[in-house]
Nanobody, 124 residues
Framework: QVQLVESGGGLVQAGGSLRLSCAAS????????MGWFRQAPGKEREFVAA????????HYADSVKGRFAISRDNAKNTVYLQMNSLKPEDTAVYYC?????????????????WGQGTQVTVSS
């Protein structure tokens, strides 16, 4: 059984930074791409960032490009999301997810396992 556990969320002022972590267990972590998604109140879930199995390929939503960075440590079975220059519109519950394959994708339907989410609140 795959488990994904996010941590690192919280309350931060606009312009600040947070680092989210997602620890995975249950199957060979390095075989699969990982992604971060978010969902704000009253809005659909949206793609944030994804990384391939090795960490050598990443993809970002236009809204976070240049401010967020996804990375992974396969020795620790952990994926990270470094969030800088945070804006109030980044406020959401952030979810990590493990894809069905090694290459990254923006399509949430191709992620099989999901964490419980961690709240990020950015105050103005």
């Amino acid at each position: 059984q795959v488990q994904l556990v996010e941590s690192g969320g919280g309350l931060v002022q606009a312009g600040g930074s947070l680092r989210l972590s997602c620890a995975a267990s249950g199957r060979t972590f390095s075989n699969y791409a990982m992604g971060w998604f978010r969902q704000a109140p009253g809005k659909e879930r949206e793609f944030v960032a994804a990384i391939n199995w090795s960490g050598g390929s990443t993809h970002y939503a236009d809204s976070v490009k240049g401010r967020f960075a996804i990375s992974r440590d396969n020795a620790k079975n952990t994926v990270y999301l470094q969030m800088n220059s945070l804006k109030p519109e980044d406020t959401a519950v952030y979810y990590c997810a493990q894809a069905q394959m090694a290459i990254p994708t923006v399509n949430g339907n191709l992620y099989r396992y999901w964490g419980q989410g961690t709240q990020v609140t950015v105050s103005s």
